[in-house]
């Protein structure tokens, strides 16, 4: 909990605003990442699509090709994943708009992105290669293994940015269970 | 093979008609199978998506509540699956047509279905009980253990439906091309 | 954030302690939810997985049946979502163990339940019916939609399991890290 | 039915049995294929698991790390889809060994495999980049469009050495039934 009390503390303002502008303008939202960051972007996506928006999610079965209107949301605590930095370079070269979600701006991913939100993972001073460092020296507090806080911190950040929508496109809780699957 | 050419030779062309002009009429496309049958089901999904139908498939991330004018293609090879049973029960509830790939046209999918397109499985003439005695019994020749011949047939046929639809849709491969996923 | 807090202040020691036993005296973990809490269940399942324990996601390729030493982990905010009552009453007639996370304790989920933990969603006085009353008439509190707050408490509370785990099996983050998938 | 049957001629003894017995030597067999040929590398997944070998599909959600005695079956009709070359590059830095099933032996995947089992795919006599441009052309015969003839193919070959595994492991489809996932 302090871990997210730090992240509403930290949250770049202008930097939410970059990203649901992105959101807002683009034709089709795709939404991807690897592991236990893939599920927080594929919860936030589900919730686009209850909102009505167009979305997909990178991997899945009915998933077409990113064209130059469209915007890859990608989420990664590290910015350096590999699947994730190398699908947001063919989406930059489709040419995409990339609006990454991460704790280390400076990361492969966080440079090729247009928009990025930096949300505290470990430990916000730490550079990425520490970050690795520690992680492989197992020297991560146990009470929040790998990236634990960065995965609870971009879910509620995302299912912040889901109420904003709300608000933007006047939709109430109803209009989202209209479209909510009846068969599962 | 030679369940291949059974396939073909006993496939009934008003269904198979009845299947397409489904699938021509309907708003959006919903697949849905269990198990290997959800994979053919995904297949065809993913192809329908090339040929620039609007399609989900049930149990994915994105897939939004089944309207009326949504059609639900479900695969199962005895249509007795609980899981495609129930949610065909609520697509039709929903008032949405189902379309079922099936061997046995008596299942409770068939039934429920509109339109039925019956492909050969284990044994044309045995019943639904029998079938499944036989596999509780362990008989079926090991050549092709559970439902390992209706799965291949069904994905022949789904591919054959989808060159149908490029041929009625004046589609050529190059038109796929296009929507074909250029991330992964 | 409040929910969070309330979540802490309410949790049950007792519903935890049987949840966490459950877990370590079984053969086998079954993870089970639909929609974004079935996401919420992955995300647990990974994290199981890097601790070395035998775990599965129903509705995954390779996930075996369910046999009487296993425990099925259901998640369900609700505790009526068929697809997750439908799953857990097969699991339970299999002769396995049922570990329910949801906020109604009287719902189907809960009464099939070995182990129930009951995590606040909207208002934990309200009753299942009235819940789905609000939920119908859109009358929940837009900034949280639908089970939002029930999935992030769901999502915090089983990393909080998995924390306690870590310290009960004496395993560290170089242990996780030693699963965790190289190939994504 | 040309193409299986062309497939069923050319196929290459030798490659076969390499084949079954790098699946027959592995520890753990890890699956992986992208868009339809990763829907046909679950469905062989699924089979292996039937028969009681441990076995993991690459990016499902309880997939650890790739380790040397581990093998990669990598299902891919060009040879040099990105995402299939880049996980057998890493899992062959893993140490695993790499079974290859594709149209191109001389493909970035099929150079990096162990073992590779060729089949027909669009035209035996055509180089990848002949392929590939054919592709981009539309100028294949629109009744098979992209990798159909190769999808199919693969998923009749990998059924095939099902049969084989059940003779050789003396598995009967009682014992696969036994595994088949009760809870879907």
């Given at each position: 909990m302090a871990n997210l009390e730090r992240t509403k503390c930290e949250l770049d303002r202008g930097q939410v605003e970059s990203f649901i502008q992105c959101l807002l303008r683009a034709k089709r939202v795709f939404a991807l990442g690897a592991g236990r960051s893939g599920l927080v972007a594929r919860a936030f996506a589900m919730r686009i699509m209850h909102l009505g928006l167009n979305v997909y999610v990178v991997g899945e079965t009915i998933t077409p090709s990113l064209q130059p209107e469209d915007v890859l949301v990608a989420v990664s605590?590290?910015?350096?994943t590999d699947l994730v930095v190398g699908a947001a370079s063919i989406a930059k070269r489709a040419g995409a708009k990339i609006a990454a979600v991460t704790s280390?701006?400076?990361s492969r991913l966080g440079r090729l992105a247009d928009v990025v939100v930096v949300l505290p993972g470990?430990?916000?001073?730490?550079t990425i290669s520490e970050y690795v460092e520690r992680e492989l020296a197992g020297e991560?507090?146990?009470?929040?293994?790998?990236g634990t806080l960065f995965e609870i911190s971009a879910m509620v950040f995302l299912d912040g940015v889901i109420a904003a929508l709300m608000h933007l496109l006047k939709k109430n809780e109803q209009d989202l269970l209209k479209r909510h699957a009846n068969v599962q």
């Open positions: 605590g590290s910015g350096e280390f701006p400076d470990r430990a916000k001073t730490e991560h507090a146990s009470l929040a293994p790998l």
